[in-house]
């Protein structure tokens, strides 16, 4: 899985998921910081990338347009901001989350992360 984290998210987390085999890509890296919702999807998809965010409302959105129009994408992972820190100590729970979905087939598809119950 190629997966483009958006703004929101720390080069920490970028780094974290490379360094654990996920090839991993800030939207500041991939030369779009700044840019729209619908700019950092376009790039992604045709790069191959799915997308992490939080941004549920514009990235849904975006997504159904994008197979409305008949369409397809790489993805879309969702990491609620009320289930996953993006701060330092919230990395590890947010890489075991999208280690899981890494398995999934998530073309397509808008795939919200859970967190592992203890």
Do not use: W
Request: hydrophobic share 45%; charged share 25%.
């Amino acid at each position: 899985m190629k997966l483009l984290l958006d703004e929101m998210y720390p080069p920490a987390l970028a780094e974290a998921l490379r360094a654990d085999g996920i090839d991993a890509a800030t939207v500041a890296e991939r030369g779009l910081a700044g840019r729209s919702d619908p700019d950092v999807f376009a790039a992604g998809a045709a790069d191959g990338y799915v997308v992490l965010t939080e941004n549920v409302a514009d990235f849904a959105r975006i997504a159904a347009e994008r197979l409305t129009a008949g369409g397809h994408h790489p993805g879309v992972l969702m990491a609620l901001s009320c289930r996953f820190s993006r701060r330092p100590s919230g990395i590890p729970k947010i890489l075991e989350a999208i280690r899981a979905a890494a398995d999934e087939q998530v073309q397509d598809r808008l795939v919200y992360l859970q967190q592992r119950s203890r």
